[in-house]
């Protein structure tokens, strides 16, 4: 697998499928097994298989979709079914999905018989923009996200729109999120040129696809262990990743998607900011503004406050018990390892609120 501090190479379009297929080809896997969801399976699995040009047998997984399914049960499932499929350490497993998929197939890659081969193939604008790249993987601990995993590089990412024609726009607005994420903590102009579109099409995404991956593979180059600059790629998650993950395990509560979760952290992240690490007041309302039109506000409620801020203890920047958030200075100027008051946090939650 490629070092840590090499990001694996990302491929787009017609050309990933030319890279892919040279490399089985000519790489000596003794088995080739294919990890899937099951919305993959129905909507991708059939014009992923046409692209291949191989003689070599291939085996179909498949796990159920979703972030509850992401955690320890799921992989003891999948490690079950390699063994029976007598996968060996010199096996190749392809992750055909989104977040979810590439997070635990990765995982589940990097920890069978103390590593396999994996490659990622990313289906949603989430995963293609965030997490197939990177080499993060992991699984879920209960309702706390992420919370188990390694760091471990595929041999290569492929990026094809083409997938993307089968995602709800819910789903693409989610994955814009991380897009928009990506100009908050590294470029204005990116930023600007992300929220200024009147509609997500694939031509338009295709650019901004290009960049953002271009935006995250040169921070986890430099910073593969998360040791500083990596963390700016948390802005928006710390409380987004608490508010997330009440919502999803509270049975009277609506679910949320990712992006939506971190959408709304962003304008709490970027209220702190106003408040703590001089971002203007004029960003601050144009993040909120531009924000609030493009997500629906996320139903939480003052008295969901106490239990969101205890998630809070749990995100994985955390150190010596406390909390650390990444702020911005300005547009393009994130700050790490910021402290902030519980007052603060309450006060950007109400603010949120009041919206």
Known sequence: MPSLAKQAPVYYSDDSYTRLNEYINTTNHSNIFILVDSNTHENCLSYFMQQLSTDKSIEVIEMEADEENKHIETCTG?????????????????????????????????????????????????????????????????????????????????????????????????????????????????????????????????????????????????????????????????????????????????????????????????????????????DFAIISEKILDLYPKVPIEDSDFKEIIELLKFDKKNTHGNIYFVLLKDIGTPVIDCKVPDNVLKDALNYYISL
């Not at 814009?176 to 908050?184: F, S």
């Open 78 to 282: 999948i490690w079950n079914v390699l063994q029976e499929l007598d996968a060996d350490r010199k096996s190749l497993l392809i992750n055909l999905g989104g977040g979810v998929v590439t997070d635990l197939g990765g995982f589940v890659a990097c920890t069978y018989k103390r590593g396999i081969t994996y490659i990622n193939v990313p289906t949603t604008l989430l995963s293609m923009v965030d997490a197939s790249v990177g080499g993060k993987t992991g699984v879920d601990l209960g309702s706390l996200k992420n919370q188990i995993g390694v760091i471990s590089q595929p041999e290569m990412v492929l990026i094809d729109t083409k997938y993307l024609e089968t995602l709800a726009s819910q789903e693409m607005r989610s994955g814009l999120a991380e897009i928009l994420k990506h100009g908050l903590i590294a470029n204005r102009t990116y930023w600007e040129k992300a929220t200024n579109l009147q509609e997500l099409t694939l031509e338009d995404l295709h650019d901004l696809i290009l960049e953002s991956v271009k935006i995250k593979t040169a921070i986890v180059e430099e910073d593969p262990k998360e040791k500083g600059l990596r963390k700016t790629l948390n802005f928006g998650h710390t409380l987004g990743h608490a508010i997330e993950s009440y919502l999803l395990f509270h049975e009277s509560k609506s679910r949320i998607l990712h992006g939506e979760a971190v959408a709304a952290g962003m304008i709490m992240a970027a209220y702190i900011s106003n408040k703590l690490t001089g971002l203007s007041n004029e």
